[in-house]
């Protein structure tokens, strides 16, 4: 099934895509039992937000060697964890609002396959953890490249409103282990991997959380970013796309 949220005429649905110009709008999340509601809407007549709407986004780092090796680091014993704020969550085509220079003056793009939880996960085995997801998505890991440094700890730099743009959809018709990944900025490619590259697969990441603590219903995974990260600045468009899943554009702007 592919999942997104939409805003139409003010007012805000999920629906299921029952082709890729038709949706059937649903009473309520999926994770939270939504059944079809009315007739199906065109997509074209919408616009689309986060397709979740997630209590805390785990985010993973250095999961990809290549990643690792750009920043002349070593690999982890086990996954580096931190967390973004759940109001870092930017939708489909909105602007990425880069901090005042006094701030910051470096904002990096991050690509990586999201992780949708469909149901509460506590303690979940490896080889179990398909049965908690929903599904999967695009996430653009925005981050403060200069305040990362200066921090030495992640929650400032990738914390900001806006840096966290998801979507378009949420599919459970893909393999998260093989999908092609990349970031285009205005077009030219600058990101390129694959998820079999990843370090730490799905599975041993949902154990290795879920062992500390419980992911709830509408909560993400991030999964880490390949190498070629870079800077983004105002005016330019950034893409993050996955296999199977879709494109996420978005604008980047200055702060007002």
């Known amino acids: 099934m592919r999942y997104i949220r939409y805003a139409y005429e003010d007012l805000k649905f999920w629906g299921m895509l029952l082709t890729d110009d038709l949706i059937q709008p649903l009473t309520a999340a999926p994770y939270l039992s939504g059944v079809p509601l ?8 919408v616009r689309l937000l986060a397709p979740c709407e997630p209590g805390k986004i785990v985010a993973v780092g250095k999961n990809y060697r290549d990643h690792i090796a750009e920043f002349d680091s070593s690999v982890p ?3 580096i964890l931190f967390i973004k704020p759940s109001t870092a969550v930017n939708d489909p085509g909105s602007p990425i609002v880069l901090p ?4 910051s003056r470096r904002v990096d793009f991050e690509c990586e396959l999201a992780v949708l939880i469909g149901k509460r996960a506590r303690h979940v085995k490896a080889d179990q953890a398909r049965d908690y997801i929903l599904g999967y998505t695009c996430l653009n890991d925005v981050t403060a490249r200069d305040i990362q440094k200066q921090d030495g700890q992640w929650t400032r730099a990738k914390g900001f409103d806006t840096f966290a743009p998801i979507g378009p959809v949420v ?4 393999d998260p282990g093989r999908l092609a990944i990349r970031t285009r900025l205005n077009g030219k490619i600058k990101q390129e991997s694959s998820t079999a590259n990843l370090i730490w697969p799905v599975g041993e990441l949902i154990e290795f959380i879920t062992a500390c603590m419980t992911l709830e219903p509408g909560d993400i995974v991030t999964t880490g970013t390949p190498s070629g990260v ?27």
């Open 100 to 103: 005042p220079p006094a701030l």
């Open 230 to 256: 870079g800077p983004m600045q105002p005016g330019d468009d950034v893409e993050v796309s996955v296999e199977g899943i879709g494109v996420l554009k978005n604008p980047v702007i200055a702060a007002r």
């Open 171 to 174: 599919t459970d018709e893909v």
């Open 38 to 45: 009315g007739q199906p809407v065109p997509l074209m007549s």
């Open 77 to 79: 014993e086990t996954p």
